[in-house]
């Protein structure tokens, strides 16, 4: 008696893509993707893991919701700008104006005239408008590469004036003072880690001395016995301030009195102001760039700045963030805590949890050491994990032992899926432990 091969019956690869949600999930995702998903479920056929009937269900199963590897979450931490979920999430208006500029766009062509125009015109504009005193605005490509622009413009070849308390480290191990010597600006060091003064910036200003850069150290703080140079004081030097505030906030925010703005800095008489896009300001990520018109020119005409420009995409978005409503950033970062309590206790009814005080946190560097009051709901740590790979995806945060659902940057109307997410995670810890 013969006894036929199971793995005979595993159904051909064109038969398993002939099956209509496959085929449709060809034109939206790729004809690769979706043969790499059949393949996958194949295999598990042909291991015995499911019916050779199972394959093409098995295939849609594991179909990803994007042709890209970047997935969706929805942020439950309570860090507005969390580095590892992406910093700043775009407004509605930015992501139109992302898609309008994905075609063929009036990036560089004025349709008036029939001729070439100048690079982000409108985004340029609506930067300077955004922040009155400044002369010229450029954009680059990360808040990185503005301070590097701004050294090497201003000073290559010289030296740059640093306080021994601003050599930051930023994220990943880089170090600002390394990005700014990459390009052969020398840095010397003035004052020392807790106290840095007037004197000592004056005291160092040499024949070689090209500008003095004043760098916030957003990432944190040091207490104590401690004093620095304000951007007035230093601006009476006899050569240009470069201010790196950072965080991107471009006027000041009474909820955040002692981080800097760019309109303060330049007010105060900087030459350059640099600054992150997709920090507090909520937008892409872009390197930003304002101050008076000498300096922001110079560093325009640099070769190193048509190696750091931003493209069209960046470019709608930062003019739509600049131009439209408030951004998701700063509703986060202004929730009302009232309001996450009562969010907090209708979840918390809906799946269960316990409401608790949560001190969410502005991140991506900005602010150390500021709380923001709100609500979370405490579930057991057991819970992070199957919230995390589900679908949507929800990121919480660990804190004493509990798994914290903060409502924060959840939008609210997502709130029904957070739910229904933590009751589905609940079950399945369960079942898992039976």
């Given amino acids: 008696m013969t006894t036929t091969d199971p793995r005979r019956l595993v159904p051909r690869t064109d038969t398993v893509l002939a099956d209509p949600r496959l085929t449709a999930a060809a034109e939206r995702l790729g004809t690769r993707i979706v043969r790499g998903a059949v393949a996958d479920a194949q295999d598990r056929a042909r291991r015995g893991e499911i019916t050779p009937s199972a394959v093409a269900d098995s295939a849609v199963a594991i179909l990803p919701v994007l042709a890209t590897s970047l997935i969706p979450v929805i942020n439950a931490t309570g860090v507005v700008l969390h580095t590892n979920l992406g910093r700043a999430a775009l407004s509605p208006a930015a992501l139109e104006a992302v898609v309008a500029a994905a075609g063929y766009v009036t990036v560089e062509f004025d349709l008036t005239t029939g001729q070439r125009a100048g690079r982000g015109a409108a985004t340029l504009h609506a930067l300077r408008a955004a922040v009155p005193g400044a002369e010229q605005a450029l954009v680059v490509n990360n808040g990185g590469a503005a301070l590097v622009l701004a050294t090497t413009a201003l000073a290559a070849g010289r030296e740059v004036l640093i306080s021994r308390g601003e050599l930051v480290e930023i994220g990943a191990g880089f170090r600002l003072a390394d990005l700014i010597q990459s390009t052969g600006v020398r840095i010397r060091e003035v004052g020392s880690t807790n106290r840095t003064t007037y004197a000592d910036y004056a005291a160092a200003v040499g024949p070689d001395a090209a500008a003095v850069v004043k760098i916030h150290p957003s990432n944190f703080r040091i207490d104590g016995f401690t004093s620095s140079a304000t951007v007035r004081e230093l601006a009476s030097l006899p050569v240009p301030v470069i201010v790196d505030v950072g965080s991107g906030l471009l006027t000041a925010d009474p909820l955040l009195p002692d981080e800097p703005d760019v309109a303060g800095a330049i007010a105060a008489g900087a030459a350059a102001v640099t600054c992150s896009g997709d920090k507090l300001l909520g937008g892409p990520q872009a390197g930003l760039i304002l101050g008076r018109a000498d300096a922001v020119d110079r560093m325009r005409r640099h070769p190193l700045a048509r190696a750091l420009r931003v493209d069209k995409l960046t470019l709608a978005a930062l003019e739509a963030t600049l131009q439209g409503p408030p951004t998701p950033t700063h509703e986060y970062l202004h929730a009302d805590p009232t309001t996450l309590r009562a969010r907090c206790a ?89």
Avoid at 348 to 370: D, L, N, Y
Avoid at 412 to 433: H, K, N, Y
């Fill in 346 to 434: 209708r979840l918390a009814a809906a799946a269960g949890g316990e409401v608790v005080p949560s001190a969410g946190a502005v991140g991506g560097g900005g602010a150390p050491g500021v709380p923001l009051p709100g609500f979370a709901v405490a579930l057991p740590p057991g819970l992070a994990r199957p919230l995390r790979t589900g679908r949507p995806p929800i990121i919480g945060r660990i804190e004493k032992d509990r798994l914290l659902i903060d409502l924060r940057c959840v939008p609210p109307q997502s709130d029904g899926a957070v739910g229904e997410a933590i009751i589905e995670a609940v079950t399945l810890v369960a079942a898992q432990g039976r």
